[in-house]
């Protein structure tokens, strides 16, 4: 990292981030965190939870061709959900976030506050995510009923035509996430090919797209190759930037029929490279634990990430990857710093559990790159 130069990038145009206005969607989960009981001594928390997923596996195996009753602890429910966690790292940055999304109908009260905050329009129920911990990993069980009614329809229906069209028309950045939870996804985004930017003007500083996938390994690659296709298209009204994680982007490549992924800051910057070629994006960051590669027309770049031994939360890390991608993209800052910020934003998160300003950042990147950050 030139830490002169990503520093010099930040100082001077992170104000400008309160002038920019972010159209965030599509998806909204409500997580409720659970525990799975092996043994109970009393009323409530009095109990012993399966401490590893091997036990609970066990547990379930031994009720083969019998049967098994296991108590599921609901201990709290949050926020959850691609878009939503997205948007809350932005507004964090002090952007002005609107929120179009499955956040309940009415809105579940789990997710009122965040609703109120982004100025919502809710157009579905969530989907709800039961999230079993353990001492060594967790088993989500998901329910996306509701997310089969994320369509064009539903927002038009909810908010209005016109009401749609100025919304995406003041948008400076628009993030459209989770397309592997969403059925509908691939046809909304053509109806904004075609129903919506070519009605509105272009942005006089530029309009940014960033999709995410969201781990698309449950879709066809029929499914995978059409969306790639169909957000490609999208470069004609603007910048878009495609994040992908590790598998994703092998999943990504596979189906395109680009040489392997090769692990490590060359490979992954190669494998943007290719990717970003295939599609004729404007850019395309690849975004594995260690670090991240990004390449546009211009080139390619590495960024080795903040290590964090001991992280206080790791779910929502890679949003949070994307929400400092994204904003540092629509301040105008160089695809090395726009990096630099995105690993950053994660390194805080994971630290604090907390979404960190573009000003927590900056002393964040000064700690980082002095040799005296800690964990």
């Not at 190759?225 to 470069?235: A, D, G, H, M, T």
């Not at 850019?283 to 260690?290: F, M, S």
Request: hydrophobic letters at 40%; glycine letters at 10%.
């Amino acid at each position: 990292m030139n830490s002169t130069k990503v520093l010099e990038e930040l100082s001077s145009k992170m104000a400008t981030a309160t002038d920019k206005q972010a159209l965030l969607g599509l998806d909204g989960f409500v997580d409720k965190i659970i525990s799975a009981v092996a043994s109970r001594h009393g009323q409530g928390t009095d109990f012993d939870a399966f401490p590893t997923i091997e036990s609970f596996g066990q547990r379930i195996l031994d009720a083969a061709g019998e049967s098994a009753n296991i108590e599921l602890y609901e201990n709290y429910d949050k926020l959850g959900g691609n878009g939503p966690i997205m948007a809350n790292a932005i507004a964090a940055n002090h952007v002005k976030v609107k929120y179009i999304g499955a956040l309940g109908k009415p809105v579940h009260p789990v997710l009122q506050e965040f609703a109120d905050k982004s100025d919502a329009v809710s157009i579905a129920d969530p989907g709800i995510t039961n999230a079993v911990e353990f001492e060594d990993g967790k088993i989500m069980f998901g329910s996306m009923k509701g997310l089969d009614d994320v369509t064009y329809d539903s927002i038009i229906e909810t908010m209005g035509e016109g009401a749609f069209l100025d919304a995406v028309n003041r948008a400076d950045l628009i993030g459209l996430v989770n397309w592997t939870m969403i059925p509908n996804m691939t046809q909304l985004f053509e109806d904004l090919l075609t129903k919506v930017l070519p009605n509105i003007g272009p942005k006089e500083s530029g309009r940014y797209f960033y999709f995410d996938l969201a781990d698309p390994a449950k879709r066809s690659r029929a499914d995978l190759k059409e969306v790639l296709s169909v957000i490609s298209r999208f470069r004609s009204f603007g910048f878009v930037t495609l994040g992908l994680n590790l598998a994703e982007s092998r999943q990504v490549s596979d189906v395109l029929g680009l040489a392997e992924v090769v692990d490590g800051g060359d490979g992954l910057k190669a494998a943007a490279t290719r990717i970003r070629n295939a599609l004729n994006l404007s850019c395309v960051v690849i975004h594995p634990r260690e670090g991240a590669a990004a390449a546009t027309k211009d080139g390619a770049w590495w960024q080795e990430g903040p290590f964090c031994k001991n992280p206080k939360i790791s779910t929502g890390a890679g949003d949070h990857f994307n929400a400092g991608y994204a904003t540092a993209e629509v301040i105008g800052l160089s695809p090395e710093s726009c990096l630099a910020v995105a690993v950053a934003t994660s390194g805080q998160y994971v630290r604090t559990a907390k979404s960190p300003s573009l000003q927590d950042t900056l002393g964040f990147i000064e700690s980082w790159t002095s040799g005296t950050l800690s964990d």
